[in-house]
């Protein structure tokens, strides 16, 4: 099974800060990984897909990167909205999993 | 839109049938999957099943006691869970794959609750 490790596991930074989150595969998925926000009470949404590829709607604030191994999520701008947990997943065999989540706070 | 139900209060070792109700799209052209997440833990990947329902797929924790299963005809996603476990309390989402199994999941459900306990 391919593992994914996610880390920080949360964070909290001010509004108008630059967040990074960062998201290890176990082995090579190639550009297979996907990013969702989960708020509080709420199903998760995806934001990006295929490692970085922005959903349509998505603000533009928010971007990933990587390939292979090592995928890096951003949000550039940091919003009092953006409160929230964020997952990687990978696609790229099954079982699919995700990654352990890092939770958003606001300092 | 996803419209899950059949979450329950049940006792270990009992059954239960979750649907996915899936009005607005073309059901039978998606693959479609069950996530669930335990009070407070991270997201899990529970099944998939193909777009035509011939391939499904489980993770190690569900295999032999969930069953993944899909009518196109009414446009509705099924998870029966048989022998639950203490440990399958979670809250379980439907969440839409996409023409191949190995997709990005672009639509959820809001989820239904399922709590294991005597």
């Known amino acids: 099974d391919i593992q994914m490790t996610q880390s920080p596991s949360s964070l909290s930074a001010s509004v108008g800060d630059r967040v990074t989150i960062s998201c290890q595969a176990s082995?090579?998925?190639?550009?297979?990984l996907s990013w969702y926000q989960q708020t509080p009470g709420k199903a998760p949404k995806l934001l990006i897909y295929d490692a970085s590829n922005l959903e349509t709607g998505v603000p533009s604030r928010f971007s990933a990167s990587g390939s292979g191994t090592h995928f890096t999520f951003t949000i550039s701008s940091l919003q009092p909205e953006d409160i929230a947990t964020y997952f990687c997943q990978q696609y790229d065999d099954v079982p699919l999993t995700f990654g352990g989540g890092t939770k958003v706070q606001i300092k | 839109q996803l419209l899950e139900s059949g979450g329950a209060l049940v006792q270990p070792g009992g059954s239960l049938r979750l649907s996915c109700a899936a009005p607005?799209?073309?059901?039978?052209?998606?693959?479609m999957n069950w996530v669930r997440q335990a009070p407070g833990k991270a997201l899990e990947w529970v099944s998939l099943?193909?777009?035509?329902?011939?391939?499904?797929y489980y993770a190690d924790s569900v295999q032999g006691r969930f069953t993944i299963s899909r009518d196109n005809s009414k446009n509705i996603l099924y998870l029966q869970m048989n022998s639950l476990r203490a440990e399958d309390t979670a809250t379980y989402y439907c969440?839409?794959?996409?023409?191949?199994?190995?997709?990005?999941?672009?639509?959820w459900g809001q989820g239904t609750l399922v709590i294991v306990s005597s």
């Open positions: 607005g799209f073309s059901f039978s052209n998606y693959a």
């Open positions: 969440a839409r794959g996409g023409p191949v199994i190995l997709h990005q999941f672009d639509h």
């Open positions: 082995q090579d998925i190639s550009k297979y």
């Open positions: 099943i193909s777009s035509s329902g011939g391939d499904s």
